[in-house]
T-cell receptor
Framework: NAGVMQNPRHLVRRRGQEARLRCSPM?????VYWYRQLPEEGLKFMVY????????ESGMPKERFSAEFPKEGPSILRIQQVVRGDSAAYFC??????????????FGPGTRLTVL | GDSVTQMEGPVTLSEEAFLTINCTYT??????LFWYVQYPGEGLQLLLK?????DKGSNKGFEATYRKETTSFHLEKGSVQVSDSAVYFC?????????????FGGGTRLMVKP
């Protein structure tokens, strides 16, 4: 059973370009979470999605960032017009459900975005 | 809001030394508590968890006890190995949290020297 897959593992963009980060959850998982880790900091929640629905985007910057989890295919985190402050590691996690005490989140290896 | 505070690192120990990494939290209700480990260049792996007061999570020689009276979940290991060198994150998930997201501490880097 493959784990959470993210690609690319490393992404370099120039200021003003777009970054697209992909996440394929574990088989059987219908819940996806995106977190951002700035250098030398902990992970900060960005967005929580289920298939075709955004459940909670309270941690997502209001501008330039968007996320989707279509019926078919991976979840996509999209950053438009990237700036140097977007340089970070972006982690995706997936779980089976949000039932209390269960629904353990399994993390992918992350995408390290560098904005030049 | 929910928050997690961990002791700052790096923590440098010799092999076979005793490890404690402190973690305290602030949350409404009764959160579930977790320790995750991140090896260099990798994602986070769940190390252990506890879902109610006085529960002890344990895995690979690591232990942590959910102490509601002190709102703590300190990570301990009796004898560390070089292979334990990594960054350790304490996290919580609040039952009042409709989004089910995890709230992380800032991480503690552990370096074990042979």
């Amino acid at each position: 059973n493959a784990g959470v897959m993210q690609n690319p593992r490393h992404l370099v963009r120039r200021r003003g370009q777009e970054a697209r980060l992909r996440c394929s959850p574990m088989k059987g998982h219908s819940h996806v979470y995106w977190y951002r880790q700035l250098p030398e900091e902990g992970l900060k929640f960005m967005v929580y999605l289920q298939k075709e629905n955004i459940i909670d985007e309270s941690g997502m910057p209001k501008e330039r960032f968007s996320a989707e989890f279509p019926k078919e295919g991976p979840s996509i985190l999209r950053i438009q017009q990237v700036v140097r402050g977007d340089s970070a590691a972006y982690f995706c996690a997936s779980s089976t459900s949000m039932s209390g005490g269960a629904g353990e989140q399994f993390f992918g290896p992350g995408t390290r975005l560098t904005v030049l | 809001g929910d928050s997690v505070t961990q002791m700052e690192g790096p923590v440098t120990l010799s092999e076979e030394a005793f490890l404690t990494i402190n973690c305290t939290y602030t949350a409404t209700g009764y959160p579930s508590l977790f320790w995750y480990v991140q090896y260099p260049g990798e994602g986070l792996q769940l190390l252990l968890k506890a879902t109610k007061a006085d529960d002890k999570g344990s895995n690979k020689g690591f232990e942590a006890t959910y102490r509601k009276e002190t709102t703590s979940f300190h990570l301990e290991k009796g004898s560390v190995q070089v292979s334990d060198s990594a960054v350790y994150f304490c996290a919580l998930r609040s039952p009042d949290n409709a989004g089910n997201m995890l709230t992380f501490g800032g991480g503690t880097r552990l370096m074990v020297k042979p």
